[in-house]
């Protein structure tokens, strides 16, 4: 059974960091494509980074570029987003993704088969 599980999220004030996690559990992780959106209060589930397979590409979104960074550590079978200089704009619940049937990131939900059951982040201003 495929599991994604999300951790780390939380309140924090703006301009400040947070690490979110995901453990990922019951596939071949080294031939998962990996990624995390998040949907914003009122809003729709948004692309945020993804990375490939040996976690040498990453892409991100034009909003958070230069600011989060997504990496995966294939041993652990986690994923990691470390996100700096948070903004009020960057509170949501943040989805850890996984996509087993393809091998290049996608930036679309209809990309990824596996999702986690999200984590709140909310930064405060």
């Known amino acids: 059974q495929v599991q994604l599980v999300e951790s780390g999220g939380g309140l924090v004030q703006a301009g400040g960091s947070l690490r979110l996690s995901c453990a990922a559990s019951g596939m071949p992780f080294r031939s998962v494509v990996m990624g995390w959106f998040r949907q914003p209060p009122g809003k729709k589930r948004e692309f945020v980074a993804g990375i490939g397979l040996s976690g040498g590409a990453t892409i991100y979104a034009d909003s958070v570029k230069g600011r989060f960074t997504i990496s995966r550590e294939s041993a652990a079978n986690m994923v990691y987003l470390q996100m700096n200089s948070l903004k009020s704009e960057d509170t949501a619940v943040y989805y850890c993704?996984?996509?087993?049937?393809?091998?290049?990131?996608?930036?679309?939900?209809?990309?990824?088969?596996?999702w986690g059951q999200g984590t709140p982040v909310t930064v405060s201003s």
């Open positions: 993704a996984a996509d087993s049937a393809r091998s290049l990131i996608s930036r679309y939900e209809s990309g990824y088969n596996y």
